[in-house]
């Protein structure tokens, strides 16, 4: 079995998560009469407020180093390959990939497969404000052929707090799963087949049952991706 390094912390609930459904897809996997396995990680978690401070300050060539120094200590620690445990610090997935001589799984890739397999072609986009407006997500998707729609701006606003104030917190509330809800619905009025929540928070807050149009948890399908790969010889 390959040994998964896990840059996570951005935010931990979700890191969380991660942990979880990679170690309950192995076992599911491999149960059997011997017994099942548990998955081999490293992980590296990063102090949150870091984050914060890039969002804030928009200083991403020293937060590119950082990245790229915490996927050293990952290769160093015997990894075999590379998941960030977040959407938005995909934005320096290139930047860490160059540095180090292990690959990553792009959680773009990832998600973009299993959007294929439903046969669907235009989603909706949902995540941090930077993840919205910003294209290092959407053209990973346009090489796969799909096409992208976001919210309008004051709704983007109200994800993106949402994440920021509450979810990373560990803060759920119903009045922000209904807003986030009646934004989902406006991105199917707008012609979206499903939606992608490509924050790996928003899964906490709003699940398949409570919306219509497939939704894309990119949290799970990351994880259950890099559990498959973990497997493979």
């Known amino acids: 079995m390959k040994?998964?390094?896990m840059l996570g912390g951005m935010a931990w609930p979700s890191t969380a998560e991660y942990y979880r459904m990679v170690n309950e897809h192995i076992m599911e996997?491999?149960?059997?009469?011997?017994?099942?396995?548990?998955?081999?990680?490293?992980?590296y978690s990063v102090d949150f407020h870091d984050v914060e401070q890039i969002r804030t300050?928009?200083?991403?060539?020293?937060?590119?180093?950082?990245?790229?120094?915490?996927?050293?200590?990952?290769?160093g620690a015997g990894a075999d390959f590379i998941i960030i445990c977040t959407n938005t610090m995909h934005r320096l997935a290139d930047v860490v990939e160059e540095a180090i001589d292990i690959p990553i799984m792009h959680?773009?890739?990832a998600t973009a497969e299993a959007?294929?397999?439903?046969?669907?072609?235009?989603?909706?986009?949902?995540?941090?404000?930077?993840?919205?407006?910003e294209d290092f997500l959407k053209k990973r998707f346009e090489r796969h052929g799909i096409r992208t729609i976001v919210p309008e701006e004051g709704d983007m606003d109200v994800v993106d707090e949402t994440i920021r104030k509450e979810l990373v917190r560990n803060?759920?509330?119903?009045?922000?799963k209904l807003k986030l809800v009646d934004i989902?619905?406006?991105?199917a009025g707008k012609g979206a087949e499903g939606v992608v929540l490509a924050?790996?928070?928003?899964?906490?807050?709003?699940?398949?049952?409570?919306i219509d149009v497939p939704l894309f948890d990119t949290t799970r399908i990351h994880a259950v991706a890099a559990a498959e790969f973990a497997l493979r010889p």
């Open 3 to 5: 040994t998964i390094g």
């Open 29 to 43: 996997v491999t149960g059997g009469q011997n017994g099942p396995h548990t998955a081999k990680i490293i992980l």
């Open 57 to 75: 300050s928009s200083d991403w060539e020293e937060w590119g180093r950082k990245m790229a120094e915490y996927a050293k200590v990952l290769e």
């Open 107 to 109: 959680i773009g890739d």
């Open 115 to 133: 959007i294929k397999r439903e046969g669907l072609r235009d989603v909706g986009l949902l995540g941090t404000k930077i993840t919205m407006t």
């Open 171 to 176: 803060v759920i509330k119903e009045q922000s």
């Open 184 to 187: 989902i619905e406006k991105l």
């Open 199 to 210: 924050c790996t928070e928003l899964p906490l807050l709003v699940s398949q049952e409570d």
